[in-house]
């Protein structure tokens, strides 16, 4: 196998072609191995044979165009082309489900389609995001089902991807992998596959530790986030402008805030946190604790609509609100566990109308201009570049009222006219 993969003789299927799995599979074709991608969505199968991305991504059709005329790369939505492959990798989707606990059900079945094609000796490897301790069960379901013996007759490894969607390519190429074996025999093994394009570090460890660093890193960001959400309370309270107060405690050469705002959104901060305490007997309640501030932060926002409007002496139940943005962060299409859309049904109930723009998100108003006409205010929710150079002067002449609350940290200094407000925003 060893030989294989250095000669690239190695035959690799790989399960699940979304956002990680399409370009891992390019990029293994474009290194010389024989690829079969397997799919159940049958559209996305014929839409990449025939050399088109069903995904955004710089560089992503011309990369694949090249994977498919060379013949390298193949799709498929039938398990017997993926059989007796030597190397399996996993990719596919973890998320929560409505309480909160993680759903393995997309692994777990790929795992079993896995162990009905596999050969003794194959290599599966897992890029899927999941919680600790995961890969060892999914060694024993594969045991259970086919006899075979963990680290002895098949290798497994958990490869986190750790890429940042508009920048796949580059980053699959020059991050640092982290690669968690069930034994350092599936562990070294998976380095000589990831080296054929990885030119950035591999650190070779467990699958527990593997998992458990995936999960870190992201609980890192949220829990940060949560802290900084929690001095823009504070500021509220002290009457000060907590970006201020950051940036003077930034000045610190060790000190290092992250920047509060209407919430965390996206597919993997808001989830990662829950996946790594879910298997825990125990924890100390940081963790969720700070889930809990970054999902309360929308209602900060309504409670600063509310008592601008309160200013103005109009009941919420008369305001036509306009909410601009919907994605979850800056100039991104992406609504995934947007805090927009959760400040949006938190205030839905209570207002007359709520209206949203987002310049890169379908079904919302067509223009800005026809969002604020005859609106009473106006509420910030995503950092689109875009939204940092409006002409408020102008945009107010529209309006019915002029209430602009800022959840994040967009307008810098109030336009002149407007009840201004914002996340962190003391001073006013
Ligand atoms: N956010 C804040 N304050 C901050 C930073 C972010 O409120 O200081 C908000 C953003 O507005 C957004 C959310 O947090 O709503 C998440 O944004 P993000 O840019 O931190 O994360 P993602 O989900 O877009 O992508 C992250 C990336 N991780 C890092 O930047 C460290 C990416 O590299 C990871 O691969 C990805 O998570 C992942 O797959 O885990």
Redesign the pocket.
């Known amino acids: 196998m060893r030989d294989r993969i250095e000669k690239r003789t190695a035959e690799i299927a790989v399960i699940g072609l979304g956002y990680i799995g399409l370009p891992t599979a390019i990029m293994f074709a474009n290194a010389g191995f024989k690829v079969t991608g397997y799919e159940i969505r049958k559209d996305v199968v014929e839409r990449i044979n025939s050399g088109k991305a069903h995904i955004v991504e710089p560089d992503i059709d011309d990369l694949l165009r090249k994977a498919i005329e060379s013949g390298k790369l193949r799709a498929t939505s039938n398990p017997a082309d993926i059989r007796g492959k030597d190397v399996y990798i996993i990719c596919v989707q973890t998320p929560l489900r409505e309480d909160r606990t993680p759903n393995l059900t997309y692994l777990e079945s790929a795992v079993e389609t896995v162990a009905k094609a596999m050969k003794p000796g194959s290599l599966i490897v897992i890029e899927s ?1 999941i919680p600790p301790l995961t890969t060892v069960r999914m060694a024993e379901l594969v045991e259970e089902l086919t006899g075979l013996k963990p680290g002895r007759d098949f290798y497994m490894v958990h490869a986190p ?4 969607p508009g920048r796949i390519f580059r980053e699959l190429v020059y991050n640092s992998r982290i690669l968690g074996g069930i034994t350092s025999e599936s562990a070294e093994l998976a380095e000589r596959l990831y080296r054929s394009f990885v030119k950035g570090q591999i650190f070779r460890t467990k699958s527990t530790v593997s998992e458990v660093v995936k999960l870190m ?2 609980t890192f ?1 949220d829990v940060n ?1 949560a802290l ?1 959400n929690e001095f823009a309370y504070l500021a509220h309270q002290y009457g000060i402008n907590v970006f201020e107060a950051i940036e003077l405690a930034n000045s610190h050469p060790r000190v290092k805030i ?4 209407i ?7 808001p989830k ?1 946190p829950h996946l790594l305490v879910w298997p825990a007997k125990d924890d100390f309640g940081l963790i969720r604790l700070a889930r809990e501030i970054n999902d309360g932060m929308p209602l900060l926002v309504k409670d600063l609509l509310f008592e601008a409007l309160r200013t103005i002496n109009l009941p919420p139940e008369k305001a036509v609100v306009a909410v601009l943005g919907l994605a ?2 800056g100039d991104s299409d992406d609504t995934r566990n947007s ?1 927009a859309s959760a400040f949006v049904e938190a205030i839905v109930d209570d207002v007359a109308e709520v209206r949203t723009y987002d310049p890169f998100v379908e079904g919302t108003h067509g223009s800005l201009e026809e969002a604020l006409r005859g609106a009473d205010a106006v509420v910030i929710a995503t ?1 689109h570049t875009v939204f940092r150079s409006l002409d408020w002067e102008t945009l107010g002449k529209l309006m019915r009222n002029r209430v602009l609350i800022d959840g994040r940290r967009v307008v810098e200094v109030p336009p002149e006219g407007f009840v201004f407000k914002g996340v962190g925003r003391g001073e006013y």
């Not at 991807?161 to 940042?164: K, L, P, S, Y």
């Not at 992250?258 to 705002?261: A, E, T």
Request: charged share 25%.
């Open positions: 995001t991807e750790r890429v940042m890193e992201n960001r986030i900084a992250h920047v509060p705002g919430g965390v959104g996206g597919h993997c901060l990662d979850y962060k805090p950092d």
